[in-house]
């Protein structure tokens, strides 16, 4: 189909500011600026109109959406780009955030996505194509709900001949950038179409599922957490979006793409392309920008395991084991900011923490062994206490006996006395008879006691 047959026509949309509590996003105008120049150039975009439209309230982003859909003929190409905050409800509906959206009201005052559907919907072009790049739970918004894992976007914004691509999957929050130009997934959509490397099939055209997965690959390279996501029919699927560029410097990053592995070059993959530098007519300074954007996603993710074993050994050298509230912490940030996934910091996590468990469990022994000797010294001493009572109770008993065995004594004596003067008293005997009588008495009395 010849361009001149029907139109191009592009909406770039990017907030950077908002109401009330809710968070700037510094690269959502850079990604506007980016995008128009990859459109609107005759050799890759080739678009015919490209309208931006920045920091918009919701009243004239809603009229722009609407513009776009209602003067669209047939055959023409629509293009809806947005770059901002994407919210969501309680029922998981999503909105577009705008200007004058706070977070108290944003039902009210954001672009509902049905009104986006409903445009496209009574729209006659049969190709259309929407890009979104935004955070569906406004999880950067301190004290948000967090509940976007039911958005459909299929439901509410797909239809026959309609692309949607998105930065994120409904699970997710989009990540920012720390630092950088533009929002992670607008910089690979835009690198793969100005270098041409999205162009897998070597046709010379990039195919709007072509550039999405090139987009997707490069994203998770760098964050393997996030998952951008495609909503595509039949129709859909062969849009035609760009042209790719014809020339040595594409033909060279396709081949550093295909040696490059990991984030590496191979030695013998260095000697080959070292070749084909000379046979292309590259110079080594243009042959290493394009090396270095190749491998970039990867060693920015090596960066974030870096940062992530730098402050997970952090928190494990201040007190091991980690508490439920530092593990929450550190999830959120291996998730959130990061981009990596629980496989991608198991072994970081196995490396620190194994000297630290081996210690704990080595503490843990010892302080069992404490425990242990603490409880035996601690029955040894009751034992002992026992001992000592008992021998306490028998030295006790004994002089109870003794002095029992005295009183017996006594009583005895004090009863032959009393014998002794009564038998005198009766019969006159001397003293020394007297006293064997009453002996004698006495034992005739205990015996007859005894029986």
């Not at 809710?22 to 975009?45: C, H, K, T, W, Y």
């Not at 692309?163 to 720390?178: D, G, H, P, R, Y």
């Not at 699927?237 to 410097?249: H, K, S």
């Not at 006790?396 to 004596?413: F, T």
Request: hydrophobic share 35%; aromatic share 6%; charged share 25%.
């Amino acid at each position: 189909m010849n361009s001149l047959e029907y139109k191009k026509i592009a909406l770039l949309i990017g907030v950077s500011e908002y109401g009330a509590d809710i968070p700037p996003l510094s690269s959502a105008l850079n990604d506007v600026a980016a995008m128009e120049r990859v459109l609107q150039n005759p050799n890759l975009g080739n678009f015919t109109q490209v309208e931006r439209l920045l920091n918009p309230d919701t009243v004239v982003m809603r009229m722009a959406i609407q513009k776009l859909f209602r003067n669209a003929s047939q055959e023409d190409l629509l293009l809806l780009f947005f770059s901002g905050h994407g919210i969501t409800n309680d029922d998981n509906h999503l909105y577009l955030a705008t200007r004058n959206t706070s977070k108290e009201d944003f039902e009210a005052t954001a672009v509902d996505a049905n009104f986006i559907q409903t445009q496209s919907n009574y729209c006659y072009s049969k190709r259309q194509v929407l890009i979104l790049d935004a955070c569906y739970s406004g999880a950067f918004a301190n004290g948000w709900h967090k509940k976007s894992v039911g958005v459909d976007i299929k439901k509410q914004l797909g239809a026959e001949g309609r692309v949607v691509l998105t930065s994120s999957s409904a699970t997710q929050t989009s990540f920012a950038q720390e630092g950088a130009t533009l929002s992670l997934y607008t910089q690979y959509l835009v690198e793969g179409i100005e270098t041409g490397a999205a162009d897998t099939d070597n046709d010379g055209n990039i195919h709007v599922q072509e550039l999405h997965a090139y987009a997707k690959t490069k994203v998770q390279a760098v964050k393997p957490n996030m998952t951008p996501d495609i909503i595509l029919d039949k129709e859909g699927y062969n849009i035609l979006l760009a042209y790719a560029p014809r020339n040595p410097e594409t033909e060279y990053r396709k081949l550093v793409e295909q040696y490059a592995q990991n984030g590496q070059l191979k030695n013998v993959a260095i000697l080959v392309l070292t070749a084909k530098r000379k046979t292309l007519g590259i110079t080594d300074t243009k042959a290493e920008e394009i090396e270095t954007e190749v491998l970039e996603p990867f060693r920015r993710r090596l960066a974030n395991l870096q940062n992530y074993k730098q402050h997970f050994a952090e928190e494990v050298e201040q007190k091991y084991p980690l508490d439920a509230h530092t593990l929450k912490i550190l999830k959120d940030y291996q998730q959130d900011v990061l981009g990596l996934r629980d496989e991608d910091v198991e072994s970081i996590e196995l490396e620190i923490t194994s000297v630290k468990e081996a210690e704990y469990q080595k503490q843990l022994q010892i302080q069992k062994q404490r425990e242990v000797e603490a409880l035996q010294r601690q029955r040894e001493a009751q034992a002992a206490e026992q001992l000592r009572l008992q021998q306490e109770a028998e030295v006790l008993q004994r002089q109870r006996d003794a002095k029992a065995a005295k009183q017996l004594r006594l009583q005895e004596k004090a009863e032959v006395l009393q014998q002794l003067r009564y038998i005198r008293y009766k019969t006159g005997m001397g003293c020394s008879e007297g006293f064997q009588e009453a002996k004698r008495s006495l034992k005739r009395t205990n015996r007859q006691r005894k029986n």
